[in-house]
């Protein structure tokens, strides 16, 4: 084969060995260095992602507080609930499983570390799906028909998806 080729073609042919290996090198070197972290990137990396839960857990904790003390104020109530029990619940309860979303939606993308995972975000990403979300559509409906107004809300899986992705990998 070699004899095949004429003296140009072999230049061409060592020339493209002489430039192409170091330039394949370099780019090889560069990617892998670009995949690869080192011990101090790792540790910072795995600082952020805990960083990252307690803020998702925080906004959360507060999240849940509204919603309970809500829900609290219509469990304890003296008399017939009303349209204003009905917006207060609906609306912290809307934040609240919005923050439950954004949790889970950075579980989703790996943004959380897996010990806050596992022992903080997913117990309430259970609760929400076995207790809270259904009760909370629940107690909407049932505070809507006392005060004869429309509410056509229903739990639908299509709209916290990523509540119920997250539920259905770690449960």
């Known amino acids: 084969m070699a004899g095949d080729l004429s003296p140009d073609d072999l230049k061409a042919v060592d020339l493209l060995i002489e430039l192409g290996i170091p330039i394949g090198?370099?780019?090889l070197g560069f990617f892998v260095s670009r995949f690869t972290m080192t011990k101090k990137e790792r540790k910072d990396y795995e600082i952020q992602l805990v960083e990252t839960a307690r803020q998702l857990i925080g906004e959360q904790t507060?999240?849940?507080q509204e919603f309970s003390k809500a829900i609290n104020?219509?469990?304890n109530k003296?008399?017939?609930p009303n349209l204003d029990d009905f917006f207060l619940i609906s609306t912290t309860g809307e934040v609240y499983f919005s923050r439950i979303r954004a949790s889970c939606d950075a579980i989703i993308a790996g943004k959380v570390d897996k010990d806050s995972l596992k022992n903080t975000i997913f117990p309430k990403v259970k609760d929400a799906v076995e207790r809270s979300l259904p009760d909370f559509y629940k107690t909407l409906k049932e505070i809507a028909e006392r005060e004869g107004i429309t509410y056509s809300g229903?739990?639908?899986?299509e709209n916290y998806e990523s509540i119920y992705k997250v539920y259905g990998k770690y449960a």
Request: aromatic share 18%.
């Open 154 to 157: 229903e739990l639908k899986r």
């Open 78 to 80: 003296k008399g017939e």
């Open 73 to 75: 104020k219509y469990a």
């Open 62 to 64: 507060d999240a849940f």
């Open 25 to 27: 090198t370099f780019l």
